[in-house]
């Protein structure tokens, strides 16, 4: 059973629930303004979510998720202007490639600002992704700042799928949106752009190499 970890606004309001929409995306962005954490639909499965520059709401998912640190994240921007802002430079055709690609489900390992907390970026490099789903970016857009994301689970096992088993198994966060209809079973496409060309790193939901 995963640790019950109070989350910041637990005790003084309902966590915001139901699906995307105007009301709650701007409710759940408030959340993750003022350092809470909420459950999530991506472009692919369920994720924990918080904005990347609160430590402690990071601190609280690797708790959450029974993980140590030193795997990173992946991080969700509003476009590739805010991806930027994470990028300490875009080696090789990288941002061209990925301003052709990006909205989608490919997550590019880049390059990290050094101004990034290591829990973000080990290792210098940092995972970032513009989500294919436009309700998500207006999310991230209206919280100001990229979002981080990883799946829900305990760390080692499979990411849970429905948003009633996750309540019950990760109580008193601060938010749980639903997924309307099925969400693909498979993970973002991770593609290591650091290290020359292109490397694919994880197979998944968005083919690579991009056939023209």
């Not at 601190?59 to 802002?85: H, Q, S, Y």
């Not at 080990?122 to 857009?141: F, K, N, Q, S, T």
């Not at 799928?161 to 198994?169: F, H, K, M, Q």
Request: hydrophobic share 40%; charged share 20%.
């Amino acid at each position: 059973m995963a640790p019950e970890v109070s989350a910041s606004r637990r005790g003084e309001t309902p966590p915001v629930s139901g699906s995307f929409g105007r009301s709650s995306i701007r409710k759940t962005a408030a959340v993750l303004a003022s350092g809470g954490i909420a459950v999530l639909p991506t472009d692919t499965i369920y994720g924990f979510h918080c904005a990347v520059s609160n430590r402690r709401a990071i601190e609280t998912i690797l708790e959450l998720k029974g993980r140590r640190p030193r795997g990173g994240f992946i991080l969700l921007a509003a476009d590739a202007a805010m991806a930027g802002a994470l990028v300490a430079r875009w080696p090789g055709e990288s941002r061209d490639t990925l301003v052709r690609i990006w909205p989608a489900p490919l997550t590019a390992i880049l390059p990290a600002r050094k101004t990034l907390s290591p829990l973000v970026s080990p290792g210098g490099r940092v995972a970032v992704r513009v989500p294919a789903r436009a309700d998500l970016r207006a999310l991230i857009e209206t919280v100001g700042e990229p979002v981080v994301s990883t799946s829900v689970n305990l760390s080692g096992r499979e990411p849970m799928t429905r948003i009633a088993d996750i309540r019950r198994a990760f109580p008193g966060l601060d938010g749980y949106l639903s997924q309307r209809g099925r969400s693909s079973s498979l993970p973002s496409t991770i593609v290591d752009f650091t290290v020359g060309a292109p490397f694919l790193v994880r197979a998944g939901s968005y083919p690579w190499p991009v056939i023209e």
